[in-house]
């Protein structure tokens, strides 16, 4: 799963390059202005194509970099561990931003060119600068004890025939471990196919009257089976939101979603397995 932030001021419609080919665990937000909000008609269809989860993001212009900090406030505010986070732009500005974020332990986001590059940097020059500097001026006393070591370290060479025969004598043990592994993976392969041949299940009632008493709404049938359909195929936030978009629509879904998300892992809870039938 990746999230891509889009600096389409600075990188147009060739930094949307290959959107087609992204996954819909992936998410898209494209961040523009009224400097620049025109599309190319091939970017228009490998959007209309993707799987991913695409976010158009207007923001507020009229002042230098306005854009920049917007994207880069918009991706901390976001950020999650487990997550990696891609900013599209030919800037090196955000470069420090990201360097920063690294030392505060930051440490999956990267800046690319474009979706289809694969060139993704992170700066990471200023460490290697730093630790250059106190090497030279101890180099030489260094030299003088790592010369001395290296000479009485020639002898765990020996040990290298010990090695060997500890080595032989291992690998005749080799033949009864694996025999007696063979006939316990058997049991296992069965008990993840029962447990595969149960079918996610929830009450409708109980999601029905849960659904009323908090948020205090009157939900249609169709709206309780898209919400418990959602809910049984979703094993996070994202894919909760996906399901609702693609049964919905982008507005109705997104207006929908806005409303439970908060009480996705609550209502999630009353997702259970039917026994798998003998």
């Not at 990746?2 to 665990?25: I, P």
């Not at 180099?139 to 020996?158: C, H, N, R, Y």
């Not at 009864?176 to 196919?193: G, H, L, R, S, Y």
């Amino acid at each position: 799963m990746a999230k891509y932030y889009v600096d389409y001021e600075n990188v147009k419609s060739d930094g949307l390059e290959s959107v087609v080919q992204l996954t819909e665990d992936d998410t898209v937000y494209i961040f523009y202005s009224e400097n620049a909000n025109h599309l190319r008609v091939d970017i228009i269809e490998q959007i209309r194509l993707s799987k991913a989860h695409i976010e158009f993001i207007k923001v507020e212009a009229g002042i230098p970099n306005a854009l920049d900090f917007q994207l880069i406030t918009a991706l901390f505010c976001q950020y999650e561990k487990g997550e990696t986070y891609y900013i599209i732009s030919k800037d090196n500005g955000y470069l420090p931003a990201i360097h920063m974020a690294a030392k505060l332990g930051f440490d999956s986001i990267y800046k690319k060119d474009s979706i289809r590059s694969n060139d993704q940097r992170k700066i990471a020059e200023p460490k290697t600068k730093t630790v250059e500097q106190p090497v030279n001026k101890e180099t030489q006393l260094k030299e003088q004890t790592v010369s001395k070591a290296t000479q009485p370290k020639e002898q765990p060479v020996k040990k290298a025939a010990k090695e060997q025969t500890v080595s032989k004598a291992a690998q005749p043990k080799e033949q009864p471990v694996k025999k007696a592994a063979q006939p316990k993976e058997q049991p296992v392969k069965k008990a993840a196919k029962k447990q595969s041949e149960g079918e996610p299940q929830i009450d409708f009632k109980t999601l029905r009257k849960h659904l009323v008493n908090t948020y205090h709404k009157e939900f249609s049938q169709r709206e309780i089976d898209i919400i418990a359909n959602a809910l049984k195929r979703s094993s996070n936030r994202q894919q909760f939101y996906i399901t609702f978009t693609k049964s919905l629509g982008m507005a109705d879904g997104k207006e929908l979603y806005t409303l439970l998300r908060a009480g996705f892992q609550q209502m999630k809870a009353m997702v259970h397995y039917n026994e798998a039938v003998k």
